[in-house]
């Protein structure tokens, strides 16, 4: 799916940016890495864990010799393996339908690297929370979905930044994802794009404490509030 909105926003957003040879659609494109991090953790733990949760399976789990933490690092591990996976298919999209390029140095694939890790736990540390609201897997696709997409159009990944009002970026640089979609694109877009940014630069230094922030926000919170059945 963000592969296919990819292509589609991308064919939508042709215009090139002031004194650029890179299309809006390309930023897009740079951005949608976010998004799809966001699927498949935020949304995809989010109601995976509340079904677990409506049919007994957490239940039932606390009485056998698997421990806790190893249903969720499995979770998280799935998680990782099926965004990589994802990251691929929109890097090729990327490379092939938007002209852009992968990092030409260590430093560039290093900064790929933990960003899409930060992405990968915060984000899946939100959906472990957010189950809890749920009751279900059918209201928690509800719960996760909203959000999600109203994020996306916050965050700069389907309406490139610079198109958005002030209000909405202020309200979307609350949240994880703005600072993964700007991660990506730092390292998927020539420099001269940084100027293109609210700040006018790529602020790796934030990226790096805001998506750890929320990291550890979310842990904490997860080990506050979670629970294994309705009962609890």
């Not at 736990?121 to 472990?128: A, K, T």
Request: net charge neutral; proline share 4%; aromatic share 10%.
């Amino acid at each position: 799916m963000p592969a296919l909105i990819c292509l589609l926003l991308g064919s939508i957003f042709t215009a090139e940016l002031p004194n650029t040879n890179i299309s809006m659609g390309a930023v897009i494109a740079a951005s949608m890495l976010a998004y799809g991090i966001l699927s498949t953790s935020f949304i995809n733990l989010g109601i995976s864990i509340a079904a677990d949760r409506d049919t007994g399976a957490l239940r039932r789990l606390r009485g056998t010799p698997a421990t806790a933490s190893s249903y969720f690092i499995g979770k998280i591990m799935l998680v990782a393996i099926v965004s990589l996976a994802e990251a691929v298919i929109l890097l090729l999209v990327a490379v092939f339908a938007f002209g852009l390029h992968l990092p030409t140095d260590s430093y560039g694939w290093f900064t790929l690297a933990w960003v899409f890790v930060l992405g990968i736990i915060s984000c899946s540390l939100l959906g472990i929370l957010i189950s809890n609201v749920a009751s279900n897997a059918v209201s928690a696709a509800v719960i996760t979905n909203g959000p999600a997409v109203g994020l996306q159009f916050l965050s700069g990944t389907y309406v490139p930044l610079m198109l958005l009002p002030t209000w909405m970026l202020i309200v979307g640089s609350i949240f994880p994802v703005k600072w993964l979609a700007q991660g990506f694109r730092s390292v998927l877009l020539p420099e001269q794009m940084a100027a293109f940014e609210p700040a006018g630069s790529w602020e790796h230094g934030r990226i790096f404490l805001v998506l750890v922030a929320w990291s550890i926000g979310g842990l904490i919170a997860c080990l506050a509030v979670f629970r294994w059945s309705d009962r609890d």
